[in-house]
């Protein structure tokens, strides 16, 4: 949910089904716009929210790590490559070769189809970790979600194509519950990738000839 704007939160659970609290964020989202004030309409995070943007970060980050290893070691046992060739990628390109290293595995299948899976969740939430890491973050007041905003014109066509004026701020909304249960399967992917690199690096010989053969 992405738009331009001009110029203590309710801790209760929110019962309210997806489709509700989305009706209800749109709402919000159509009165930043047409308010000059709308920073008033935000808060500050809290301290549970920034440790939230901080973990999310983080554990992108250890899971990028993690598939570059990955990378590495299946490019070695099916190309016999020895340089450092996922150390050179930007992140998009992590997980293009993530998959292209999937597509020409002929060892194990479940070793390409957990690598195509954690391929897949990377590219899922690339773009909430760059939001998080290069956005202005605010809270959305009674709701769990957060607002990001950014005076970056570059930032700003990036994310849809839009380009913003001088006296605009480009944003978008994030619900925060899915966001947590995503998390957690973000975490999962990178251990999976982390556990997979160490594997193929500690039995890369017998795996290169297996291969080769």
């Known amino acids: 949910m992405f738009d331009r704007i001009r110029g203590v939160a309710d801790s209760r659970s929110d019962t ?4 509700e609290r989305l009706e209800d964020l749109q709402r919000f989202a159509s009165g930043l716009t047409s308010d000059p004030n709308w920073l008033k309409k935000t808060e500050l995070p809290r301290d549970s929210d920034f440790a939230f943007i901080g973990k999310f970060v983080q554990v992108y980050c250890s899971a990028d790590l993690n598939a570059r290893a990955t990378i ?4 070695f046992i099916t190309k016999a490559e020895i340089v450092d060739f996922a150390g050179s990628l930007n992140d998009t390109d992590v997980i293009l070769h993530l998959n292209i290293c999937a ?4 060892g194990a299948q479940h070793i390409a189809e957990g690598v195509l899976k954690a391929a897949s969740t990377l590219e899922m939430h690339r773009i909430h970790r760059h939001g998080f890491a290069h956005w202005v973050v605010r809270k959305v007041p009674g709701r769990d979600a957060l607002v990001i905003l950014t005076k970056n014109a570059k930032e700003a066509i990036r994310r849809d194509n839009s380009p913003q004026d001088r006296e605009e701020a480009k944003f978008g909304i994030m619900q925060l519950s899915p966001l947590r249960h995503e998390l957690d399967k973000l975490m999962g992917h990178s251990d999976y990738l982390g556990q997979l690199a160490n594997y193929l690096e500690a039995n890369r010989d017998l795996l290169r000839s297996e291969h080769s053969g």
Not at 16 to 19: E, I, L, N, P, T
Not at 72 to 75: E, H, I, S, V
Not at 103 to 106: A, G, H, I, L, V
């Open 16 to 19: 309210r089904s997806f489709d």
């Open 72 to 75: 590495n070691a299946m490019r």
């Open 103 to 106: 597509s020409e595995w002929t």
